[in-house]
């Protein structure tokens, strides 16, 4: 990218402006940056609340100095990991935006470091950032822990970093096997008799793993490793009587385990063994009453050492933006008393 240059401020009625041009040396790159019809600028203009205009690999960008500043670094860094041989799609924008957001003012940070705040996972296939600050914790507890819980909303990326970091520690050789377990209940639906052998009953259940498998590691490599038992899908009902050793387990959609399932599966842990257990515990499955056993664990080994807890919010969400304002709502007519939330609707039928 050619050297930056810092535009001219005018004065409007409410405030100072400012117009900052810059030029990107590869138009090829330039175009992927920008996104496809613009999009990734849209996205910049929407959540930093400037103007942005590109033409071939130019873009100027008008709006409040640090508002500027603020797109500037989220362009070149997006840039930067673009001339690294990385992609960048519309949750690399959000990730990238919502770090600068947290860092305040940019033109009181060193951009080379700020771009380094956020953990990155290192795998053959491509590199994995976190893109929050919820993700980024996530990713230091899983490498400082040895079992570690993940609780939080859909999209927030708790088993995709999950399966990343599994991948990573078995790509370095730091674990033989990657274990792959989930509790076999349907979401709010029976399906009846499921036909096959026990992979195929079970796959329906672990189709986000296998798509996070499949993403992050070669699918030939997946294959293999899966028919020569490297990579292992363990229902949890079988893993009793099991001592997993120099094995990464995940435990995904834990919030449908009893008190029981969790008691079991948290003491299968053998020597040189990781553990990563995931949930979201607003989607419980379990019968009516029934304690949820990703609930009780968090509580209950809040303090334990070695034990690492990451809850994630709407503000980690990295699927489309509309998720994180759906999960928002939810949220907050979670944390209406019933008996208001029932008043309100028949004034409102009313």
């Not at 399966?163 to 033989?176: C, G, P, S, Y």
């Not at 709502?329 to 004034?347: F, S, T």
């Amino acid at each position: 990218m050619r050297a930056f240059k810092p535009g001219r401020t005018t004065m409007s009625d409410a405030a100072a402006t400012t117009q900052t041009a810059l030029a990107f040396d590869d138009n090829r790159l330039a175009s992927t940056l920008f996104g496809q019809y613009g999009q990734n600028l849209a996205l910049i203009e929407r959540k930093l609340g400037v103007v942005a205009d590109s033409r071939g690999n130019l873009v100027n960008i008008e709006g409040s100095r640090e508002a500027c500043g603020q797109a500037r670094h989220v362009l070149e860094t997006l840039y930067d990991q673009l001339k690294r041989g990385g992609d960048v799609i519309t949750g690399d924008v959000e990730g990238a935006i919502r770090q600068v957001l947290a860092q305040g003012s940019l033109f009181e940070v060193d951009s080379s470091s700020a771009r380094a705040q956020f953990e990155e996972i290192s795998l053959r296939k491509r590199p994995v950032r976190a893109r929050t600050a919820g993700q980024d914790a996530y990713v230091r507890a899983l490498r400082r822990n040895a079992l570690v819980f993940g609780a939080g909303p859909a999209g927030t990326g708790k088993t995709w970093l999950a399966v990343a970091h599994a991948i990573w520690l078995f790509e370095r050789k730091e674990a033989d096997r990657i274990i792959l377990s989930r509790p076999a209940v349907e979401a709010g639906e029976r399906l009846g008799f499921l036909p096959g052998d026990m992979r195929e009953k079970v796959d329906p259940y672990l189709r986000p793993i296998y798509d996070a498998l499949f993403d992050l590691m070669e699918p030939r490599i997946v294959e293999r490793a899966l028919q020569s038992g490297e990579i292992e899908i363990a229902p949890l009902a079988f893993m009793r009587g099991r001592t997993l050793s120099n094995a990464v387990v995940i435990l995904d959609e834990a919030q449908n385990t009893t008190h029981m399932q969790m008691k079991m599966f948290l003491t299968r842990l053998g020597e040189n063994s990781r553990m990563i257990v995931t949930g979201d515990p607003s989607q419980v499955d379990l019968p009516f009453g029934q304690t949820s056993g990703l609930a009780e664990a968090i509580r209950l080994l809040a303090d334990v050492e070695g034990v690492g807890n990451v809850v994630f919010t709407h503000e980690d969400v990295i699927r489309h933006e509309l998720v994180a304002r759906i999960v928002a709502a939810y949220d907050r007519a979670a944390a209406v008393p019933a008996g208001i939330r029932a008043g309100k609707d028949r004034e409102g039928k009313k």
